[in-house]
């Protein structure tokens, strides 16, 4: 084996190097075939390519003022910072930073057009009514948004529901940011942004494998008592996307409604996995598991997800997070491995 494709090998963003290219060739192909340009969905902070850098720029200051004072104290501040920059960050740990950001930018990007072009690849077979039977045994014949509604009523209840389920939509960049930037471990930071990466390819995995448009849009009626909120005012922007997107693929309009799997409960579960198994504190991990409880149930509050869809989606959580261990270095078996092989290399005589 040539010694670069070693090293290529051992970097801890082979993996999301390969993926991102992988599913960037993916989406550039079908765009190409079906006539309909990349488009850069916008969001939090506007668009991707100019958010995670913003998001990078500000995390790395709020995690370099206090370490700064916390060493050097306030008055020393500035000077501090400038120390810890000089002596920790790295052109490698830089690079690494970026590495993971553009891998998360090209395969989101390239998941928000794949998914896109669920009606033109297809069609318009939808499997909703199978999900939507297989709530009712799990729910002894009941519907679980219908039984949610009654248990926490449609008043404050879907306020707060809506507000913890939109909140996903700045979570994302800012936790991989916040990893990247504030993780001393560049593989940690890798692990993470791998997982979430790969939650993107295998969410368009999923979505094409069992097309769904979700109870919300497939049975509008029975979420029609619920008040205007956060959630309600983002199905109708995406259901004026679909139509929009329907009427000229060409056209600004993207295609955002696919039930199964859910990647909100997926990337969340990935997030409070992952923050679990890399030891961060025990105040962040317990609030990452909370989220994800209020999360799964927003899900069918709501009306966005069946119950099959949050089963899935832990499922592609879990393998994300499985997947991204593995192909950084991260797994417990890898790490006892790099232990055993520093403490022989200590042990040996220097001849």
Same mark, same amino acid.
């Given at each position: 084996?040539?010694?670069?494709?070693?090293?290529?090998?051992?970097?801890?963003?082979?993996?999301?190097?390969?993926?991102?290219?992988?599913?960037?060739?993916?989406?550039?192909?079908?765009?190409?075939?079906?006539?309909?340009?990349? #488009? *850069?969905?916008?969001?939090?902070?506007?668009?991707?390519?100019?958010?995670?850098?913003?998001?990078?720029?500000?995390?790395?200051?709020?995690?370099?003022?206090?370490?700064?004072?916390?060493?050097?104290?306030?008055?020393?501040?500035?000077?501090?910072?400038?120390?810890?920059?000089?002596?920790?960050?790295?052109?490698? /740990?830089?690079?690494?930073?970026?590495?993971?950001?553009?891998?998360?930018?090209?395969?989101?990007?390239?998941?928000?057009?794949? #998914?896109?072009?669920?009606?033109?690849?297809?069609?318009?077979?939808?499997?909703?009514?199978?999900?939507?039977?297989? *709530?009712?045994?799990?729910? &002894?014949?009941?519907?679980?948004?219908?039984?949610?509604?009654?248990?926490?009523?449609?008043?404050?209840?879907?306020?707060?529901?809506?507000?913890?389920?939109?909140?996903?939509?700045?979570?994302?960049?800012?936790?991989?940011?916040?990893?990247?930037?504030?993780?001393? *471990?560049?593989?940690?930071?890798?692990?993470?942004?791998?997982?979430? %990466?790969?939650?993107?390819?295998?969410?368009?995995? %999923?979505?094409?494998?069992?097309?769904?448009?979700?109870?919300?849009?497939?049975?509008?009626?029975? &979420?029609? *008592?619920?008040?205007?909120?956060?959630?309600?005012?983002?199905?109708?922007?995406?259901?004026?996307?679909?139509?929009? &997107?329907?009427?000229?693929?060409?056209?600004? #309009?993207?295609?955002?409604?696919?039930?199964?799997? %859910?990647?909100?409960?997926?990337?969340?579960?990935?997030?409070?996995?992952?923050?679990?198994?890399?030891?961060?504190?025990?105040?962040?991990?317990?609030?990452?598991?909370?989220?994800?409880?209020?999360?799964?149930?927003?899900?069918? +509050?709501?009306?966005?997800? +069946?119950?099959?869809?949050?089963?899935?989606?832990?499922?592609?959580?879990?393998?994300?997070?499985?997947?991204?261990?593995?192909?950084?270095?991260?797994?417990?078996?890898? #790490?006892? /491995?790099?232990?055993?092989?520093?403490?022989?290399?200590?042990?040996?005589?220097?001849?």
């Amino acid at each position: 084996m040539p010694r670069w494709f070693r090293a290529f090998l051992s970097w801890p963003y082979a993996f999301a190097f390969c993926l991102s290219m992988g599913v960037g060739a993916t989406a550039i192909y079908f765009s190409q075939d079906l006539n309909v340009g990349l #488009k *850069d969905p916008e969001g939090f902070l506007g668009p991707a390519y100019i958010r995670l850098p913003m998001l990078g720029l500000l995390l790395f200051a709020a995690g370099l003022a206090p370490q700064a004072i916390h060493r050097y104290g306030v008055k020393h501040m500035l000077s501090g910072m400038r120390t810890i920059v000089r002596d920790e960050w790295t052109l490698k /740990r830089v690079g690494y930073a970026a590495t993971g950001m553009v891998s998360f930018y090209i395969c989101y990007v390239s998941y928000r057009n794949l #998914k896109s072009y669920l009606p033109l690849i297809g069609g318009d077979t939808v499997h909703d009514r199978a999900l939507l039977e297989l *709530d009712h045994f799990l729910f &002894f014949g009941n519907n679980p948004a219908e039984v949610l509604h009654s248990l926490l009523g449609t008043t404050i209840a879907a306020q707060v529901l809506a507000v913890l389920y939109v909140l996903y939509l700045p979570v994302v960049p800012i936790t991989v940011a916040a990893v990247l930037v504030l993780h001393r *471990d560049v593989t940690v930071g890798a692990w993470y942004a791998t997982a979430v %990466s790969l939650n993107w390819v295998l969410g368009v995995v %999923s979505y094409y494998s069992l097309p769904t448009l979700g109870p919300a849009f497939y049975e509008p009626q029975r &979420f029609a *008592d619920l008040p205007e909120n956060g959630a309600t005012q983002l199905q109708m922007s995406l259901l004026r996307g679909a139509f929009g &997107f329907k009427e000229d693929p060409q056209g600004d #309009k993207i295609f955002g409604i696919a039930g199964f799997a %859910s990647l909100h409960v997926s990337v969340v579960f990935t997030l409070a996995l992952f923050l679990h198994y890399a030891g961060i504190a025990r105040a962040i991990r317990y609030t990452a598991w909370v989220y994800l409880a209020f999360t799964v149930t927003a899900t069918l +509050y709501l009306g966005w997800h +069946y119950v099959a869809d949050d089963i899935g989606g832990v499922l592609i959580g879990w393998i994300a997070v499985a997947v991204g261990a593995w192909a950084t270095g991260n797994t417990r078996r890898q #790490k006892r /491995r790099r232990l055993e092989a520093a403490e022989q290399e200590q042990a040996e005589p220097v001849s």
